[in-house]
């Protein structure tokens, strides 16, 4: 699974270039949206008001890289002991970076 071994190795090595366009190319972006919409964005309207997405769009956001997407996605997860699969949180990750973070 190369696709998989190239998104373990960008998350434990934040240092390497990893770029979103390689590692969400094969993500499906419906069902990471689907997934945020159903799990994540009560918690973060509760706290920043509206839809929620003002978190992501936050001056001081914390996310600044796509790896550093994937891994604030898994924080969450684990938080929530939602217990998504790899695959669900790249997915997630890549709706959030079409939708919000933009990174390249
Ligand atoms: C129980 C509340 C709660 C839920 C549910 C939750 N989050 Fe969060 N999330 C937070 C809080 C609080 C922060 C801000 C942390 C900070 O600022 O240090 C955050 C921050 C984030 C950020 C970083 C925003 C930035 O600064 O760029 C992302 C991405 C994120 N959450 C994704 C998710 C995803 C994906 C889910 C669903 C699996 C989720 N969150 C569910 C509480 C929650």
């Known amino acids: 699974m190369i696709k998989h071994s190239i998104i ?6 934040a240092s390497l ?4 366009n390689d590692l ?5 972006i419906a069902a990471g949206k689907k997934l945020v919409e159903t799990n994540c ?3 973060h309207a509760a706290s920043f008001g509206g839809d929620g997405s003002e978190i992501y769009t936050r001056e001081l956001r914390k996310i600044k890289t796509p790896s550093g997407l994937i891994v604030q996605v898994r924080n969450c997860n ?8 790899e695959e ?3 997915n997630a990750a890549a709706y959030l970076n079409q939708q919000y973070y933009h990174f390249k």
Not at 8 to 13: G, H, L, Q, S, T
Not at 17 to 20: E, L
């Open 8 to 13: 373990a190795a960008c998350v434990v090595m």
């Open 17 to 20: 270039p990893c770029y979103a």
């Open 24 to 28: 969400f190319k094969t993500a499906d």
């Open 41 to 43: 964005i009560s918690c």
């Open 78 to 85: 684990t938080m929530l002991d939602l217990k998504w699969f």
């Open 88 to 90: 669900d949180e790249v």
